[in-house]
């Protein structure tokens, strides 16, 4: 293991909720708990959650705050070690066989030269473990590898040492931070999951959400902001094969601004209908009755001065029908 | 640490008890980091120490969901007053004596073996009919068994990605013809090849066992029974009205067997027919078996009361999640059947293969389609 105690830590929950916001990431105490117990207790911190609702932020911002590097292995289905943990420099080592040539060094002597580290190409997870200090380590839908991949990973997660039959074994001299995410398309082993804290990131609530806009779509107004996040509030209720997650709502709340609008209506909605859903049939769905009802509740509540909050609960029946 | 009734790290330790008690994944290594964690948390602050054990306890959302339930009627009765007492006892303590070494977590290790207990899944409320398999003649379906593995493995086979070392053609292993390179020099007087090795899909096989179906729940149970030994990776449910899982009952070495626990664990056989909320059920429970590598095999005649709705929702989900989506009908054999039922046609668009399975011939049948399409595909 690395050191434990060179390891930067941000103080307190409430630290890492200052140092969440100053990067504009708008968190809740679950967050960051569990953001903070992870450093604490120096262990992965497993995030699963619909698309769309800031998982692979949390790495980003983890870095940010901690004024380290992230480090991002991308997974998908048929990822291998070649890909995430190193590949030899095919063509680097041509060049120096051809460089030795008459050189008059046996085989073996040559053999041992280009089969060393200068001639390794270091993938995110041999990246991870040789880094001068101790990276954010995000290992991107962990759902999408297949089973064999898995175990390895826990492997790597367990011993932070990763052995190349030509050279040795490598051990971390840092041990990273490490987040996975999962987006829950295959179910993880019980093995990977007691390795990791867990956090389950759902769809904002309509605060979150509202201060998620205020902060992040320059020239929004407030009003704008509580329709929007009304909106989607129930948009979410509606029965779609794609709910749409945060990075929808950012989207269709810049091209609302684009578009010049201040408040909604159903030419606005139905303009830009395809920033919030990507499915076809998801889009009849919300050009559906209900929108035109769901539309004059919001602006019911914002013309007798109501917190929308209040109107939340009616909009999610109209959406269900 | 002290042991005495009444302390925080017991209550931590019960409380851990009863949550794996409820089905959550959650032992003595769990406790142990719930108590790191609550060292290192204010647990005077009654929300930061639900959600310090809620951050190290559970693994899953639906632990998560567990642990709610559990929390605040467990954590009522109990004084949060104390707790900052012991808490601040255990740091200093607890690296002494390292955690999972506490008498505590020692006992709740071993208490948990003696009191194991199966999270109920289906409770067999829905037993309406068990049925009698004891008619059954195992030698006549012999000739079945073999074409069933056949298939079987047809289905149950694909490219890997992963490669191993072969003789001729296919890519080139860069590496060992580096080394093969080395020893001669200059030229490339010997190429290295690999080639792709063959991998395994998983099947989950979806049966239906319901009244339409009767005459041929017999022939279908002993398909899956077949199936199952055939291929290591597969997931065997039957429904009617609900859904059951069925792959634990199938593993044992005999048919006979097999049926007999299968007729004690089965509820509601040859009931009615809801597919569409079968499925759903399947998805919401056991969606995390579906990936790309997943071979869906769904043997029905189609005729599902319940919503056509909720059975084209599901088969479009099961669609997208899986590698392939096989519906086997035993009623497409009959002459004369077209496959009309509404529920069938709100599955066909998305099913890959559509096929018959009444009899032997049937299945031969499929076996030479399969072996054209995966193949192709």
Same mark, same amino acid.
């Given at each position: 293991?690395?050191?434990?105690?060179?390891?930067?830590?941000?103080?307190?929950?409430?630290?890492?909720?200052?140092?969440?916001?100053?990067?504009?990431?708008?968190?809740?105490?679950?967050?960051?708990?569990?953001?903070?117990?992870?450093?604490?207790?120096?262990?992965?911190?497993?995030?699963?959650?619909?698309?769309?609702?800031?998982?692979?932020?949390?790495?980003?911002?983890?870095?940010?705050?901690?004024?380290?590097?992230?480090?991002?292995?991308?997974?998908?289905?048929?990822?291998?070690?070649?890909?995430?943990?190193?590949?030899?420099?095919?063509?680097?080592?041509?060049?120096?066989?051809?460089?030795?040539?008459?050189?008059?060094?046996?085989?073996?002597?040559?053999?041992?030269?280009?089969?060393?580290?200068?001639?390794?190409?270091?993938?995110?997870?041999?990246?991870?473990?040789?880094?001068?200090?101790?990276?954010?380590?995000?290992?991107?839908?962990?759902?999408?590898?297949?089973?064999?991949?898995?175990?390895?990973?826990?492997?790597?997660?367990?011993?932070?040492?990763?052995?190349?039959?030509?050279?040795?074994?490598?051990?971390?001299?840092?041990?990273?931070?490490?987040?996975?995410?999962?987006?829950?398309?295959?179910?993880?082993?019980?093995?990977?999951?007691?390795?990791?804290?867990?956090?389950?990131?759902?769809?904002?609530?309509?605060?979150?959400?509202?201060?998620?806009?205020?902060?992040?779509?320059?020239?929004?107004?407030?009003?704008?902001?509580?329709?929007?996040?009304?909106?989607?509030?129930?948009?979410?209720?509606?029965?779609?094969?794609?709910?749409?997650?945060?990075?929808?709502?950012?989207?269709?709340?810049?091209?609302?601004?684009?578009?010049?609008?201040?408040?909604?209506?159903?030419?606005?909605?139905?303009?830009?209908?395809?920033?919030?859903?990507?499915?076809?049939?998801?889009?009849?769905?919300?050009?559906?009755?209900?929108?035109?009802?769901?539309?004059?509740?919001?602006?019911?509540?914002?013309?007798?001065?109501?917190?929308?909050?209040?109107?939340?609960?009616?909009?999610?029946?109209?959406?269900?029908? | 640490?002290?042991?005495?009734?009444? #302390?925080?790290?017991?209550?931590?330790?019960?409380?851990?008890?009863?949550?794996?008690?409820?089905?959550?994944?959650?032992?003595?290594?769990?406790?142990?980091?719930?108590?790191?964690?609550?060292?290192?948390?204010?647990?005077?602050?009654?929300?930061?120490?639900?959600?310090?054990?809620?951050?190290?306890?559970?693994?899953?959302?639906?632990?998560?969901?567990?642990?709610?339930?559990?929390?605040?009627?467990?954590?009522?009765?109990?004084?949060?007053?104390?707790?900052?007492?012991?808490?601040?006892?255990?740091?200093?303590?607890?690296?002494? @004596?390292?955690?999972?070494?506490?008498?505590?977590?020692?006992?709740?290790?071993?208490?948990?073996?003696?009191? @194991?207990?199966?999270?109920?899944?289906?409770?067999?409320?829905?037993?309406?009919?068990?049925?009698?398999?004891?008619?059954?003649?195992?030698?006549?379906?012999?000739?079945?068994?073999?074409?069933?593995?056949?298939?079987?493995?047809?289905?149950?086979?694909?490219?890997? *990605?992963?490669?191993?070392?072969?003789?001729?053609?296919?890519?080139?292993?860069?590496?060992?013809?580096?080394?093969?390179?080395?020893?001669?020099?200059?030229?490339?007087?010997?190429?290295?090849?690999?080639?792709?090795?063959?991998?395994?899909?998983?099947?989950?096989?979806?049966?239906?066992?319901?009244?339409?179906?009767?005459?041929?729940?017999?022939?279908?149970?002993?398909?899956?029974?077949?199936?199952?030994?055939?291929?290591?990776?597969? @997931?065997?449910?039957?429904?009617?009205? #609900?859904?059951?899982?069925?792959?634990?009952?199938?593993?044992?070495?005999?048919?006979?067997?097999?049926?007999? *626990?299968?007729?004690?664990?089965?509820?509601?056989?040859?009931?009615?027919?809801?597919?569409?909320?079968?499925?759903?059920?399947?998805?919401?429970?056991?969606?995390?078996?579906?990936?790309?590598?997943?071979?869906?095999?769904?043997?029905?005649?189609?005729?599902?009361?319940?919503?056509?709705?909720?059975?084209?929702?599901?088969?479009? @989900?099961?669609?997208?999640?899986?590698?392939?989506?096989?519906?086997?009908?035993?009623?497409?054999? #009959?002459?004369?059947?077209?496959?009309?039922?509404?529920?069938?046609?709100?599955?066909?668009?998305?099913?890959?293969?559509?096929?018959?399975?009444?009899?032997?011939?049937?299945?031969?049948?499929?076996?030479?389609?399969?072996?054209?399409?995966?193949?192709?595909?």
């Amino acid at each position: 293991m690395g050191d434990v105690e060179a390891r930067p830590t941000l103080g307190d929950v409430e630290a890492i909720l200052a140092a969440l916001a100053h990067e504009g990431y708008i968190a809740d105490r679950e967050i960051a708990t569990a953001i903070y117990l992870s450093i604490e207790l120096h262990k992965p911190l497993l995030v699963e959650g619909a698309a769309g609702v800031g998982k692979t932020e949390i790495a980003k911002v983890m870095a940010r705050a901690l004024g380290t590097d992230l480090i991002r292995l991308q997974c998908y289905e048929g990822l291998d070690v070649h890909t995430a943990l190193y590949e030899w420099n095919y063509q680097k080592q041509m060049l120096r066989i051809r460089l030795e040539e008459g050189s008059g060094r046996s085989p073996e002597e040559k053999e041992q030269t280009i089969f060393s580290e200068p001639f390794l190409l270091r993938r995110p997870l041999l990246q991870a473990i040789t880094h001068p200090r101790a990276p954010v380590l995000l290992i991107d839908e962990v759902d999408r590898v297949d089973e064999e991949f898995e175990a390895f990973l826990l492997e790597v997660l367990s011993d932070w040492q990763i052995t190349i039959p030509e050279i040795g074994t490598i051990r971390a001299q840092h041990v990273p931070y490490v987040v996975l995410t999962s987006n829950r398309t295959r179910e993880l082993s019980d093995a990977l999951r007691r390795r990791c804290l867990y956090l389950w990131i759902d769809y904002p609530t309509f605060e979150k959400e509202l201060a998620i806009v205020l902060r992040k779509v320059p020239g929004v107004s407030r009003r704008l902001a509580e329709q929007i996040a009304a909106f989607l509030h129930a948009a979410r209720a509606l029965d779609l094969q794609k709910v749409p997650g945060v990075a929808e709502t950012l989207d269709w709340s810049a091209a609302l601004i684009r578009l010049h609008r201040d408040h909604l209506d159903r030419e606005a909605v139905e303009r830009t209908l395809g920033c919030l859903f990507k499915h076809h049939e998801d889009q009849r769905v919300a050009k559906g009755p209900w929108l035109d009802r769901a539309l004059a509740v919001i602006a019911e509540a914002q013309r007798d001065g109501q917190a929308l909050e209040a109107s939340l609960d009616r909009l999610e029946r109209l959406a269900k029908g | 640490m002290r042991p005495e009734f009444g #302390s925080l790290t017991e209550h931590v330790v019960e409380f851990g008890r009863r949550l794996r008690a409820a089905g959550v994944l959650c032992g003595p290594a769990e406790v142990a980091d719930a108590l790191r964690a609550l060292q290192a948390v204010d647990v005077v602050d009654r929300e930061a120490f639900r959600l310090a054990l809620r951050s190290t306890l559970p693994h899953r959302r639906e632990d998560l969901r567990v642990f709610d339930a559990l929390f605040e009627p467990y954590w009522m009765g109990r004084a949060t007053r104390q707790q900052p007492q012991d808490a601040r006892d255990a740091p200093s303590q607890a690296q002494a @004596e390292p955690l999972a070494g506490a008498p505590s977590v020692q006992r709740w290790a071993q208490g948990a073996e003696d009191g @194991e207990q199966e999270v109920p899944g289906y409770s067999p409320l829905e037993i309406l009919g068990r049925k009698d398999f004891s008619t059954f003649r195992e030698d006549e379906l012999d000739a079945i068994a073999r074409l069933v593995v056949a298939i079987a493995r047809r289905i149950a086979t694909r490219w890997s *990605r992963r490669r191993r070392r072969a003789r001729r053609s296919h890519a080139l292993d860069m590496r060992r013809t580096l080394r093969l390179h080395l020893r001669w020099g200059g030229a490339f007087p010997e190429l290295a090849f690999q080639r792709r090795r063959v991998r395994k899909h998983r099947i989950v096989l979806l049966c239906d066992v319901s009244g339409s179906m009767d005459v041929y729940s017999r022939f279908l149970i002993q398909f899956v029974y077949a199936l199952q030994g055939a291929v290591g990776r597969v @997931e065997s449910f039957v429904f009617s009205t #609900s859904l059951t899982r069925v792959t634990r009952e199938l593993r044992t070495p005999s048919l006979r067997g097999a049926l007999d *626990r299968l007729s004690r664990s089965v509820p509601n056989w040859s009931g009615g027919t809801k597919i569409g909320a079968s499925l759903r059920q399947f998805l919401d429970h056991y969606g995390g078996l579906l990936d790309r590598r997943t071979v869906v095999l769904i043997v029905s005649d189609g005729w599902d009361t319940g919503e056509v709705d909720v059975l084209r929702r599901a088969m479009h @989900e099961i669609r997208a999640r899986a590698a392939r989506v096989i519906w086997l009908n035993p009623l497409l054999g #009959s002459p004369g059947y077209q496959p009309l039922t509404r529920g069938m046609q709100a599955a066909l668009p998305y099913v890959d293969v559509f096929a018959s399975a009444h009899n032997a011939d049937s299945l031969r049948e499929l076996e030479h389609a399969l072996g054209k399409r995966l193949r192709a595909g």
